[in-house]
Structures are given as structure tokens and as C-alpha cells.
């Protein structure tokens, strides 16, 4: 019986202890760069999946037709390219910057095996520590859904679609940064 005792007591408050400590003394990785704490992933994973698989919606109000898939094209453009790339695109620098790396979601399977339901649950909440955020305050419904059709759909989108979807990106050149007070600017 003391054996048992002495277990339970390492498992409910020294284990838990250690986690703590390993934490708030900042010896756990924090930076973009830094490697994956051990299970990090399949605890977050499990969690994110769980919880997704309570809540998205079962139901698609919009159809998946050529219309949709074209204005959530522009959605993803507008939104979602500078993260995850358009397919055969560069990765750009914020999307080199962040941890865990966005997938590429034009590429590959991306999500289409994923419900559309479940893809319109990570465009509206967002996924907390991931750098995705939550679009429920700046796009609409209707927006939000077009955007989780094409994605079920990047594996069979019509020509025209991919057309709008795989353009060239316009670069909009940067504003010249403002002098900081007490330096003097640097002529070219």
C-alpha cells in the first residue's frame, strides 16, 4: 500500500510540479525558431480536433458551384495567400517567420479531406498559438464559407477558378520609412 501512495502522490503533485517549474522559469521554447516541446503537437492536435469535431457546423448554406468558388477565390487572395502560399508560390516572409509553419493548403491534399464545416471552423475562430486568426469580425458568413468550398475543393477546381486564384499577386510598394527624431536621413 505505501508503494501506491507514494506513486499517487509523484503523479498528482510532484509530476505536475516539475511542469510548473519547467514553465514559469522560462526554461520551455517560446521563440518561432525553437524546437517543439515533447507531445506539443499531439496535445494540441487532440485538443484542436476534439473540439472542432463538437462544434463546426454540419450543414453548407452556400453551394459549391463555379460563382462561390470564384468569389472565395478572391477571399483567399485577399486573406489567406500571405500565409499559405498560392500552389508553385514562394513562401513568403511571414509565412517563413511563424510557428508552427502554415500548410499549404493550394498544394498537396491542403484540407481537402477535411469536411468544409470543419475548414469554416478554423477561418472563423481562428487557431489560438498557431497565427491563424479568427475572420468571424472581418469577413462574412457567406465569405467564410466560400472560402472553406474552394479549399474542399483545390483538387478539382474548374479552370476558371484556378485562373483567378493563381495570378500574380500585385505588389504594392512599401511607404518610405519615416526618419527617427535625431538621425540625419541617408541620401542615396
Known sequence: MKPFL?????GLILIPLCVYI???????????????????????????????????????PVPADDPNFLA????????CAVCH????????AIARGMFPKPPKLLEGMGVTDDPPGE????VSNGIRLSGM????????????WQVSLLLANANKLPDSVKAALYRPIPLVPAEPAAPVPGTQPTKP
Open 6 to 10: 507514494i506513486g499517487l502522490i509523484i
Open 22 to 60: 519547467y514553465f514559469v522559469t522560462g526554461s520551455a521554447p517560446v521563440a518561432t525558431a525553437a524546437p517543439s516541446i515533447p507531445f506539443e503537437k499531439m496535445l494540441a492536435n487532440g485538443a484542436l480536433h476534439a473540439h472542432i469535431a463538437k462544434e463546426m457546423p454540419k450543414t453548407i
Open 85 to 92: 502560399g498560392v500552389a508553385g508560390g514562394t513562401p513568403t
Open 133 to 144: 486568426p479568427g475572420f468571424s469580425e472581418s469577413l462574412s458568413q457567406t465569405q467564410m
Open 119 to 122: 475548414t469554416y471552423w478554423k
Open 72 to 79: 472565395g477565390a478572391n477571399v483567399y487572395r485577399e486573406n
